[in-house]
């Protein structure tokens, strides 16, 4: 049985997992990351987590990567993190290479968490997949005829940078009104807190759902807000890609229905008509593991591609 070894490297957590072609999972550690011990830091806490695997394990014959940030997928380079320093220009994939002496695959973590869903989750089945995590920002990754699209410039699935309210809050992005400005976790939480004049520190997307469930009538009214101009931001993705899935993860996924069923409903009002009848939106199944199982995916799609035939 041939197995894989994912390394996610988050911003506030890492992750490393061993899993095979099928995305059985047969180990997986986590850690904080500590943004100032930099990449070099980064590796050798993978390091440490992988040696904390049972020995019993079969080696694995390849390392995938999710990183989270934008990335220079033809120079094998990170680009940035928006979590710590030290990661402009950084040659992740060669110092990878250097520590396990297995080839290496790399992508993003919205691309290669669209990936693990349509391998191994979610988008099972389906040909056509767009996935969405809703978490401390929105990224998405799309899958086009059962391939991971990255566009020209590897910049595709960019859904949360969508201007769905011009003139609306200041995105981190540096511009306004875009859908993680308004529907992330802590854009939802900091709506809150403004109406609520409490301090941001005090309050949590999760929390603004429990309100909500426990009759806080402002509480409603951001939700209401932020989850139908999702919506809107996710009923023009499904205009220009018409896939036959949305697949949403991320931490405010947990909402359940009370983010599912509002958000089906700002779909479907705002999507163009397409018969037999509305694109079905659910939930990633992969949950904490997405990252990992993202990149075993990577490179189990890198070892195919690769394959004589």
Not at 14 to 37: M, S
């Amino acid at each position: 049985m041939s197995t894989y070894l994912g390394l996610d490297f988050g911003g506030t957590k890492l992750a490393a997992g061993i899993a095979d072609g099928h995305g059985r999972l047969l180990a997986i550690e986590r850690c904080p990351t500590d943004a100032a011990a930099g990449p070099d830091g980064a590796i050798s806490a993978m390091r440490r987590l992988v040696q904390s695997f049972p020995r019993s394990l079969p080696e694995p014959v390849a390392v995938g990567i999710s990183f989270g940030g934008p990335v220079d997928l033809a120079c094998r380079r990170t680009l940035l993190s928006h979590h710590g320093p030290g990661w402009e220009d950084f040659p992740l994939v060669e110092r990878v290479a250097e520590v396990w002496r297995r080839p290496v695959a790399m992508d993003n973590d919205a691309n290669a968490a669209a990936l693990g869903e349509f391998r191994f989750g979610a988008g099972r089945g389906y040909r056509n997949v767009l996935y969405v995590t809703v978490s401390t920002g929105i990224g998405a990754g799309v899958i086009l005829d059962g391939k991971l699209y990255r566009g020209s410039r590897g910049l595709s699935g960019e859904v949360g940078h969508t201007i769905v309210l011009p003139d609306g809050p200041l995105c981190p992005c540096g511009k306004r009104g875009c859908v993680e400005a308004i529907a992330s976790g802590p854009s939802i939480a900091r709506a809150y807190a403004e109406r609520a004049g409490l301090p941001p520190a005090a309050i949590t997307a999760e929390s603004v759902f429990r309100r909500a469930e426990q009759g806080d009538e402002m509480a409603r009214d951001v939700l209401r807000w932020a989850i139908g101009l999702l919506g809107i931001g996710l009923a023009n993705a499904i205009n220009l890609l018409d896939p036959d899935v949305v697949v949403v993860g991320g931490g405010v996924s947990r909402a359940g229905d009370a983010l599912f069923s509002p958000l089906r409903e700002a779909v479907r009002a705002n999507s163009a008509p397409s018969p037999p009848g509305a694109v079905p939106i659910v939930p990633a199944v992969l949950g904490d593991a997405v990252g990992v199982l993202g990149a075993v995916a990577l490179v189990c799609d890198q070892s195919r591609d690769s394959a004589p035939g």
